[in-house]
């Protein structure tokens, strides 16, 4: 499961939230600290750049903020973000610089990095997405099991239990998620990976690859 830590998914220069992941080995950890990583780190944040808006959130100055969009704490929305017409935030997320949240889109419980697209109609829950990651319209993370059954993370024969009710996926650095595609319980993709559209993806997809389908993952070429 070499290819599932941290330090292999994820630039921590390009995210406010790299204290959140300090002595963890693998991204999932990190998702039942993220609402209390952010209370404290809200406390820090310097109030020339960052406004406090009602309980527990915090919007860069910078960010752009449709008026209808909907947010709830613990929130914290970094520099030159964009949260557009219908978002909605159901709280315990981290939007990093840069990144973009669209039309429709839901987040919960999230780490978004820096430079992230999830710009159309995409639910984002109990995941981490990495530097320059992006959702296709409507592409989505399932988080829960339709048994309800704890979460375990799978790589061929190797398979890590996570103990976690509610995990979505884990996008590392670059990744392209095709539109209309769904990530199941427990997914890992790899650095500069690339999901085809209309996909059905569980368990872990090699960094630097095409998936197509659950047949046929290709190694990417150059």
Known sequence: MEQCKIKNLYDLNETIAAGLFEGL?????????????????GKTLDSARFEKRGDNIWIAKSAKVAPSACLNGPLIIDEDAEIRHCAFIRGNAIVGKGATVGNSTELKNVVIFNEVQAPHYNYVGDSILGFHAHMGAGSITSNVKSDKTLVAVKDGTEEIETGLKKFG???????????NSVLNPGTVIGRHTNIYPLSMVRGVVAPHSIYKNKGEIVEKRG
Do not use: H, Q, T
Request: aromatic share 14%.
């Open 169 to 179: 996926a884990m996008l590392g650095d670059y990744v392209e998620v095709g539109c």
């Open 25 to 41: 080995e693998y991204p999932w950890e990190a998702l039942s600290k993220i609402g209390g990583f952010i209370l404290e780190l």
